[in-house]
């Protein structure tokens, strides 16, 4: 089947179905508490962007008396669970491609936590959204990595580290989150 003829994934039901509820388990912690890590260590507070929130399971980690958090999904099912989950964010039903923060907004960081590979257009999207943030802000991409995979890791992995090698982004660090008991791993960026 051709890529235009494909049927378009169907987050909505997905999250109706609680096919996304193993993140909140135990064995997801890593890569969640590592994004929060580098969040709480080098800012001190500020709006954070949670783009492809899911459930926002990332706001279980984080200070929100420091951090304004915003959350956006497709899914409208996953949106009302993260609004009734946090209760102090604010949340918007939009895609990550069509997302454009209110007029004046800047955020001090902005996280893709397994969420960027889902857009057709990865680097152009993390583009884009530098330009949502504060002068010091920073972009934060966590990526799944099967188990077993090499230190490459899969495509995207590998082509962010290029582009950061090649300087179209300022790193600021990267890290793996792992789960051995769980079997998951993650590469986590830390961008400018």
């Known amino acids: 089947m051709s890529d235009e003829h494909k049927r378009p994934y169907d987050w909505d039901g997905s999250y109706r179905r609680g096919q996304w509820d193993y993140l909140n388990e135990i064995g997801e912690l ?7 890590g580098y969040i709480h260590k080098l800012l001190r507070a500020g709006d954070l962007l949670d783009a492809g929130c899911g459930e926002a399971v990332l706001g279980d980690y984080l200070d929100l008396a420091r951090f304004r958090y915003t959350g956006i999904d497709l899914s409208e099912t996953a949106i009302a669970h993260a609004s009734a989950r946090l209760r102090c964010g604010t949340f918007l039903i939009s895609s990550i491609e069509s997302f454009a923060p209110p007029a004046g907004v800047r955020y001090s960081a902005i996280v893709f936590n397994e969420s960027i590979q889902h857009t057709d257009t990865p680097l152009e999207s993390i583009d884009r959204y530098r330009e949502f943030l504060t002068t010091d802000g920073l972009i934060i991409v966590s990526l799944f990595k099967s188990p077993g995979e090499d230190d490459n890791g899969p495509r995207l992995t590998r082509s962010l580290a ?31």
């Open 30 to 36: 890593p890569h969640y508490a590592i994004a929060a």
């Open 162 to 192: 290029a582009q950061c090698a090649s300087g179209r982004y300022v790193l600021v660090d990267r890290s793996q989150a792992i789960s051995i008991s769980h079997h998951r791993a993650w590469e986590i960026f830390v961008l400018r």
